[in-house]
C-alpha cells in the first residue's frame, strides 16, 4: 500500500520481516482503533473530509471494532498495526473515501498515541495488583504484631524488631511505587496527536479536540517532542525496575527466612516443588523466580536507555525496539505481583526460632547500653564500651548477655571506665528483655505494637483513598470510550 509511489520493487521479504513490528503492536489494536474514529471525527468537525466520507469510514471502523483483531491482514507485507487498519478500511470503503483515513496524521504521532492510551491502562492494572500485594503484607503483619524476630544490618543480628513491623517496611517501599505510578499515569496521559510526522500539518486540525476525544488530561506541545520523546515509557521501566528491586529483595529475605540455617518460615507447599534426585526437598522455587524477574526489569531499562541515548530528535524506527521491552517489563510485574500477593498471604511464620535467633545475636544490646545512660551518669559512648565488653566476656563464657549478673556490669565498667557502673536487677533484667526492648521503641514507625498498629491503620486508608482514585479514572476511561464509540458523527 506505502510503496507502490515510491518504489518499483517490493520490499525483500527478509527485510519486511526484520523491520515489521506486526507481533509486537497486536497490544495496540484497540488503541489505533480509538485513535483512528477520534480523528476522523476531528477531520469532519474541522471540515477537512464530508460528513459522508466520516460517516463510511467510522461505519467500518465501528465493523472492525466488532469483529476484532482476527479480521485484519497481519502480514509483514503491511509493516505495523496502523497499516493494517487503514487495509481494513480501504477495503471495505475503497481508496477514494478509505484513503482519506490518514489526512493530517502520520504513524509517527499515531504510534506515540496509541503506546499512551495502552499504557495508561497498565498503569492502573498495575496498580490494582501492587495494593493487592500490599494488602497481603498488612494481613499477614497484622496477625504477627507480637511476634519477636531479629533486625539484622549487614545480614548479622542488630535489633529486635517484629515480624509485623518488618513487614510493614515492604509495604511503604510498594506504597511509594503507588506514587510513583500516579505520576507515570499523569505523565503518560498527554496527547501527541497532531504533531504528524514532527512538524505538524498545513490543515487545519484541532489538536485540543483530539485530546479531549480520547480522554487525554493535556497535549504534548513541541510537535518534535511530541514524535520523538519516550521519556514517559523510560519513567515507568525505572519505576517498574525499582518496584520489582524491592520484590526481589523480599523474595530474597523469604529465601533466606525459609532455609535450614535460618528455618523461620514455612512455605505453602502449593508454592514450592522438589528435586528430581533429592527426595527431601521442598524448594521455594516462586521467591526464586520473583527474584530472578527483578534483574529483567533493570535490563529492559538498560536496553531501552542504550536504544535511547544516541537518537537524533523526532522519529527514528529505532523507538519500535523499545516497546516490546516496555510490554515485557509490564508483564513481568503483574504477573510477579500477582503470584506473590497470593504466596506471602499463605506464608506461616515459626515464633519460637525468629526468637531464638534473635536471643543468640546479642540483639538487646543497644536497650542495655541505653538504660545505662539513662540510670546512670555516663555517655552513650561509654555505656557502648561498657556493653562492648560485657559481650566479650559472654563469648569468652558461652553466655547470653541476660545469663551475665549486675556483679559482671560493675566489674566491667570499673575496668572500661574506671568508674563502677551499677543497675537493680529488675532494670538489668528489663533492659535485657526482647519483648522489652521491642515494646519501649514507640518512636512513630517503630516496632512496638502500639506503632505498627498505626502504621497499619495509615496504610489501610492510604490504600483506600487510591482505590476511590482509581476507580474515578477507570470511570472517566469508560465514559470517554463510550462517548467516542457511541457518536458516529459530529
Given at each position: 500500500m506505502l510503496r507502490e509511489g515510491r518504489f518499483n520493487e517490493k520490499m525483500n521479504p527478509e527485510a519486511s520481516e526484520y523491520t515489521s513490528s506486526?507481533?509486537?503492536?497486536?497490544?495496540?489494536?484497540?488503541?489505533?482503533?480509538?485513535?483512528?474514529?477520534?480523528?476522523?471525527?476531528?477531520?469532519?468537525?474541522?471540515?477537512?473530509?464530508?460528513?459522508?466520507?466520516?460517516?463510511?469510514?467510522?461505519?467500518?471502523?465501528?465493523?472492525?471494532?466488532e469483529e476484532g483483531i482476527d479480521s485484519l491482514n497481519l502480514s509483514d507485507e503491511l509493516e505495523d498495526i496502523h497499516m493494517a487498519i487503514e487495509d481494513y478500511v480501504v477495503n471495505k470503503v475503497g481508496k477514494e473515501v478509505g484513503g482519506k483515513l490518514h489526512t493530517a496524521k502520520s504513524r509517527n504521532d499515531q504510534v506515540s498515541g496509541a503506546i499512551r492510551i495502552t499504557l495508561r491502562e497498565e498503569i492502573l492494572d498495575i496498580q490494582d495488583k501492587l495494593?493487592?500485594?500490599?494488602?497481603?503484607?498488612?494481613?499477614?503483619?497484622?496477625?504477627?504484631?507480637?511476634?519477636?524476630?531479629?533486625?539484622?544490618?549487614?545480614?548479622?543480628?542488630a535489633e529486635p524488631t517484629t515480624f509485623a513491623h518488618h513487614l510493614n517496611s515492604y509495604s511503604w517501599a510498594f506504597s511509594r511505587a503507588l506514587n510513583k505510578l500516579r505520576d507515570n499515569y499523569s505523565q503518560t496521559n498527554a496527547s501527541p496527536l497532531g504533531a504528524c510526522a514532527l512538524s505538524g500539518t498545513s490543515f487545519p486540525i484541532d489538536r485540543e479536540l483530539m485530546s479531549e476525544l480520547l480522554g487525554f488530561e493535556r497535549l504534548v506541545n513541541n510537535t518534535i517532542d511530541a514524535v520523538g520523546t519516550r521519556d514517559f515509557v523510560l519513567q515507568i521501566m525505572s519505576n517498574l525496575?525499582?518496584?520489582?528491586?524491592?520484590?526481589?529483595?523480599?523474595?530474597?529475605?523469604?529465601l533466606l527466612w525459609n532455609s535450614t540455617e535460618f528455618d523461620m518460615i514455612e512455605i505453602p507447599d502449593e508454592y514450592a516443588s522438589t528435586s528430581s534426585i533429592m527426595p527431601q526437598k521442598k524448594n521455594p522455587e516462586v521467591a526464586e523466580i520473583a527474584r530472578a524477574k527483578a534483574g529483567k526489569?533493570?535490563?529492559?531499562?538498560?536496553?531501552?536507555?542504550?536504544?535511547?541515548?544516541?537518537?537524533?530528535?523526532?522519529?527514528?524506527?529505532?523507538?519500535?525496539?523499545?516497546?516490546?521491552?516496555?510490554?515485557?517489563?509490564?508483564?513481568?510485574?503483574?504477573?510477579?505481583?500477582?503470584?506473590?500477593?497470593?504466596?506471602?498471604?499463605?506464608?506461616?511464620?515459626?515464633p519460637e526460632k525468629m526468637l531464638e535467633h534473635t536471643e543468640k545475636g546479642f540483639s538487646n544490646a543497644t536497650e542495655l547500653a541505653d538504660t545505662l545512660v539513662r540510670e546512670n551518669d555516663v555517655s552513650f559512648r561509654e555505656a557502648h564500651a561498657i556493653v562492648g565488653k560485657l559481650i566479650v566476656k559472654a563469648l569468652d563464657e558461652e553466655k547470653e548477655l541476660r545469663e551475665l549478673t549486675q556483679e559482671d556490669l560493675e566489674s566491667v565498667s570499673q575496668e572500661v571506665i574506671d568508674k563502677e557502673i551499677s543497675l537493680t536487677k529488675e532494670k538489668f533484667e528489663k533492659a535485657l528483655d526482647l519483648e522489652n526492648c521491642v515494646e519501649a521503641r514507640k518512636v512513630t514507625g517503630g516496632p512496638s505494637p502500639e506503632k505498627v498498629g498505626e502504621e497499619l491503620e495509615e496504610l489501610e486508608n492510604k490504600m483506600k483513598e487510591i482505590k476511590r482514585e482509581l476507580s474515578d479514572k477507570r470511570e472517566t476511561l469508560s465514559k470517554i470510550e463510550n462517548k467516542l464509540f457511541g457518536e458516529k458523527g459530529s
Open positions: 506486526m507481533k509486537d503492536d497486536i497490544r495496540l489494536f484497540e488503541a489505533v482503533t480509538k485513535i483512528n474514529v477520534a480523528h476522523v471525527k476531528m477531520l469532519s468537525e474541522c471540515g477537512i473530509i464530508s460528513d459522508s466520507d466520516s460517516e463510511e469510514i467510522l461505519n467500518a471502523l465501528s465493523e472492525l471494532k495494593i493487592k500485594m500490599i494488602e497481603s503484607l498488612m494481613e499477614l503483619a497484622e496477625e504477627n504484631k507480637d511476634v519477636i524476630m531479629p533486625g539484622h544490618t549487614h545480614l548479622q543480628v525496575s525499582i518496584l520489582m528491586s524491592n520484590l526481589g529483595r523480599l523474595a530474597e529475605e523469604i526489569s533493570i535490563g529492559n531499562l538498560t536496553s531501552s536507555l542504550s536504544i535511547m541515548k544516541t537518537l537524533p530528535q523526532a522519529y527514528n524506527l529505532d523507538l519500535q525496539e523499545i516497546t516490546p521491552l516496555l510490554w515485557n517489563s509490564i508483564d513481568e510485574a503483574k504477573s510477579s505481583l500477582r503470584i506473590m500477593s497470593k504466596f506471602i498471604r499463605e506464608i506461616e511464620p515459626k
